[in-house]
Nanobody, 120 residues
Framework: QVQLVESGGGLVQAGGSLRLSCLASGSIFTINPMGWYRWYRQAPGKQRELVAAITSGGTTVYADSVKGRFTISRDNAKTTVSLQMDSLKPEDTAVYYC???????????WGQGTQVTVSS
């Protein structure tokens, strides 16, 4: 089994920055090294949505709402993924989850989530 532990969440004023990190441990040999690493978020009363994703080669995808403000990165050797969040807005308030693909098809690992709260 793989455990994903997120860190870096907290309370910040609008316009501020936070950096989220996600570290994988356990049976990391079951992680697909060529798979996507992703960050999702879920705000109260809303569905979970994809925020950003990155391939092992560095190709990135961002939700329109965070383009130009968030930057995703990954360290393949350390099996970590980070999300630098700048110019934060109150609407970025949510629980943020990291997600990593397993070698086994259709299996994905999820972190427990970290709360990000942006005050206006």
């Amino acid at each position: 089994q793989v455990q994903l532990v997120e860190s870096g969440g907290g309370l910040v004023q609008a316009g501020g920055s936070l950096r989220l990190s996600c570290l994988a441990s356990g049976s990391i040999f079951t992680i697909n090294p060529m798979g996507w690493y992703r960050w999702y978020r879920q705000a109260p009363g809303k569905q979970r949505e994809l925020v950003a994703a990155i391939t092992s080669g560095g190709t990135t995808v961002y939700a329109d709402s965070v383009k130009g403000r968030f930057t995703i990165s990954r360290d393949n050797a350390k099996t970590t993924v980070s999300l630098q969040m700048d110019s934060l807005k109150p609407e970025d308030t949510a629980v943020y989850y990291c997600n990593i693909e397993a070698l086994l098809r259709r299996v994905q690992y999820w972190g427990q989530g970290t709360q990000v709260t942006v005050s206006s």
